[in-house]
């Protein structure tokens, strides 16, 4: 099948959820790989970035969507390709009604209304718990990947797993359409790394298996979701290729889950989250780690230089 892309060159992308973390970073990239970005989302960017239009939109309201994907007086008179970002990101931040009917809401109307306006290039942020964080129950094998049916366990997880099954069957009504959900990890930017690593209290990143994913990551993988030829329906887990650990990932996994199947090794400190396919079938590969943010910044991470401290030099 030929690419819904062919070129990034002049096309359009609309980014809902582009004033948020990820967003940021996602509106960012595609600016500077030579998309032009219509931000989508309820509030403006703290970061704007230069030539990128802003739009307020309530996701929960369908005719706003659909104007926001179709044309905006002044500003623009369609849409090639969306990355639908905006979302309540974390159980716990509202009530679990509230944020199901935010996301799920959000992601019909989103899908609904590019299949409207024709827009075949869609990328959306999946996520990491569908793989059954927070692993009250042991996962299936390790390292992890996108070959076992979804575990949801939250209101949040729930409508991400909803999400991808409404992606199945819009693909199944549109043949030519890409929907790509992206099954992000933890999100981190170098604000947070100062807390890294996490040896100290390994307890606090049990929940998804001590992974994580900086957000110039997700970016890229985003931008190669949305570059890519695939056409129909996709998931991928995108996490980075390390830990938040310094432990080795193998010590880990043998104090944690000393009794699941081991379906291929780990070395050194190895992320139990294979993000594998997405480089097999994206050219996916992160090029940013919290072990490097000290190079980069001028600084070391405070749990790092504290274990330096304790050393008996
Ligand atoms: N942060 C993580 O660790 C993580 C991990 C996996 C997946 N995700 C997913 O990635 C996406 C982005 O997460 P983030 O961390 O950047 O979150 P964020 O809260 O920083 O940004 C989300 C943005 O979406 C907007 N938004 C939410 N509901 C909206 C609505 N109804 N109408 C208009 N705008 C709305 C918010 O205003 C905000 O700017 C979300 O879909 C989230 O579920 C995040």
Do not use: C
Not at 186 to 194: I, P, R
């Amino acid at each position: 099948m030929t690419s819904p892309t062919p070129s990034p060159t002049a096309l359009r992308v609309a980014v809902t959820g582009g004033s948020g973390k990820l967003g940021r970073a996602v509106v960012r990239d595609l600016a500077a790989h030579g998309w032009e970005v219509v931000l989508l989302d309820r509030v403006p960017s703290p970061d704007p970035v230069e030539g990128v239009t802003f739009v307020q939109v309530d996701l929960s309201d369908y005719g706003q969507v659909l104007q926001a994907l179709t044309h905006v007086d002044d500003r623009y008179d369609s849409i090639d390709a969306v990355v639908h970002l905006g979302a309540i990101p974390a159980p716990g931040l509202v009530p679990n009604a509230t944020l199901f009917h935010n996301n799920v809401t959000g992601s019909y109307n989103v899908f609904a209304a590019a299949r409207a306006a024709h827009v075949r290039n869609v990328v959306w942020a999946s996520s990491e718990t569908l793989l059954g964080i927070p692993f009250d129950l042991d996962p299936p094998y390790l390292p992890l990947d996108e070959e076992y049916a979804v575990r949801p366990e939250s209101s949040y997880s729930l409508g991400k797993a909803l999400d991808e099954e409404m992606a199945r069957h819009f693909t199944r009504w549109d043949r030519q359409l890409k929907m790509i959900g992206l099954r992000f990890s933890n999100v981190m930017d170098d604000g947070d790394y100062e807390d890294f690593p996490w040896d100290e209290t390994p307890e606090k990143k049990t929940f998804n298996l001590f992974s994580y994913i900086d957000a110039r990551d997700g970016a890229q993988a985003v931008r190669r979701a949305l570059e890519s030829d695939l056409v129909g329906y996709e998931a991928f887990i995108i996490a980075a290729t390390d830990t938040v650990m310094a432990t080795p990932t193998a010590v880990l996994a043998d104090q944690f889950w000393p009794d699941v199947e081991r379906r291929a090794a780990v070395e050194g400190t190895d992320s139990l989250l294979s993000s594998d396919k997405a480089r097999d079938l994206l050219g996916f590969v992160p090029e940013y780690s919290w072990r490097t943010w000290g190079d980069r910044v001028g600084k070391q991470p405070e749990a790092a230089v504290a274990d330096e401290d304790d050393l008996d030099l």
